[in-house]
């Protein structure tokens, strides 16, 4: 059974179009996160949903936008697809934060090309 | 503020050659410190995690961890690498405030010579 998973694992599309990625986990967890990796490897966080309530959000363009309908899954949104989203983007789960922090477990990842 | 410095960004060994990966980082708290790994075009998994119980971690397939506080280093060791180790691996902070915010570092890519 596959703990975090993505859906598309590839996905090409044009500038300006609009795209979305789903992730769900079958872990249990309460929150969920996006990260965005870039090519140079580099991973930083984009969001995370705690129990439908975003608790992080980074410098992220509002072209981008999480949509979590139950705790199970969080899907992400990009409207007007631009050449500097190219990248990939990883989903993760982990138990709710708290008095410690919890491992994160990460999704295989889903590569998105803007031409 | 949280951040990790990895040492290497790529390390060489031969097989059956010990493995280090170096990893530094500073925290405003007592930080949670983590391994990942990620094999080419894969997702990341946890190696190994260190939350303020023993200082010396183990983790899967013979990597290990020591936290130094003194050093606020958070080096991966192995004794002796195999094939299946060539991958990036991140060194990862994170804090005690709630969020469970995750800071990787650049990542060290390692390589394993037949």
């Known amino acids: 059974d596959t703990a975090v998973s993505q859906t598309p694992k590839y996905l090409v599309t044009q500038m300006g179009n609009d795209k979305s990625i789903k992730c769900e986990q079958n872990?249990?967890?309460?929150?969920m996160y996006w990260y965005k990796q870039d090519s140079k490897k580099f991973l930083k966080i984009m969001f995370s949903y705690n129990n439908k309530e975003l608790i992080i959000n980074e410098t992220v363009p509002n072209r981008f936008s999480p949509k979590s309908p139950d705790k199970a899954h969080l899907n992400l949104h990009i409207n007007s697809l631009e050449l500097g989203d190219s990248a990939v983007y990883f989903c993760a789960s982990s138990q709710t934060p708290g008095q410690g922090a919890y491992e994160q477990y990460f999704g295989p990842g889903t590569r998105l090309t803007v031409t | 503020a949280q951040s990790v410095t990895q040492l290497d960004s790529h390390v060489s060994v031969s097989e059956g050659t010990p493995v280090l990966l170096r990893c530094n980082y500073s925290s405003s708290y007592s930080p949670s410190l983590f391994w990942y790994v990620q094999h080419p075009n894969k997702g990341l998994q946890l190696l190994l995690k260190y939350t303020s119980a023993a200082t010396l971690v183990k983790g899967i397939n013979g990597f290990e961890a020591e936290f130094k506080k003194s050093e606020t280093s958070f080096h991966l060791t192995k004794p002796s690498a195999h094939m299946s180790d060539a991958a990036e691996y991140f060194c990862v902070v994170s804090d005690w405030t709630g969020a469970n915010n995750l800071f990787f570092g650049t990542g060290t890519r390692l390589t394993v010579i037949p």
């Open positions: 872990l249990g967890h309460d929150t």
